[in-house]
């Protein structure tokens, strides 16, 4: 199996254990969107019911759930039909580059789910999160692709400020309550905070302490693609903070550090 994304041989030159738990939390915690924008997506995974463990030793794990057509990502393995276990993190990093494969500790009777509609997953998530120039000037291609890329950093915030060492300083400052990371218009995600310790949230919920709400969709995209710096947009009023601004401030820190990963 053979999970081709690419990754610019990012694997290679950052701390491997938050490199893993981006790729997990931030990339994988993507196909959930992928497949609520895309009727491609959802169509590859209708009428399945099956989910996807991923353990990383003595680093983390998560399992993809799979549901006629929707897909949600939660921590721990418990009761996941397929189990993929990874010695290390580098393993895991590595196939998510397509230069390992995985070897199943359970599900063997599920293996075409891997091989055939989830590689089909993964293909359409490389293309929507590594879009060519031409693919990004079709509006709504630009559109789903960066909802999808949102969600993403969502993940990603919450692996950057749990592992990455720059990151965990930030994060270390950042007092109990929900983040919201809003594009005008169009969508929110949100991140947890609890005991310095970062948590993804599913949905966006009506109450939180702080919000960076960014002017549109392209400015939030910029941003993503790491073209623009978020404390000069502040600064101009492109991103409207509002709330507790402390969480804010060290969030906008701890996005420095997922471009750094994403790059």
Known sequence: MQFRFDMDGIA???DQ?????VNLFGVFGAIPK???VLPEARQLIAGKKVSIGFDIKN???ATLAFDNGSCKLTEGTEDADILLPFSTAEKFNRMIDGSYTPIPRKGFTKISFLTGAFMKLTD???????PSEDELADDVFFEKSTLIMLHLIRGAVAAVGNYDSVGKCSAGYIV???IKLSIAGSEAV???AKDHRLTPMLQAPEKYMSCMEFDDIRLARSLFDGKVNAMVCVGEGKIRVSGMISQVDNVNRILDRVSFYLA
């Open 190 to 192: 949100a991140v947890s």
């Open 124 to 130: 359409l998530l490389s293309k929507y999160l590594r």
């Open 12 to 14: 290679m030159t950052k």
């Open 59 to 61: 680093v983390t794990s």
């Open 17 to 21: 254990n938050t490199l893993a738990c």
């Open 34 to 36: 992928l497949c609520e």
């Open 176 to 178: 109990d309550g929900v």
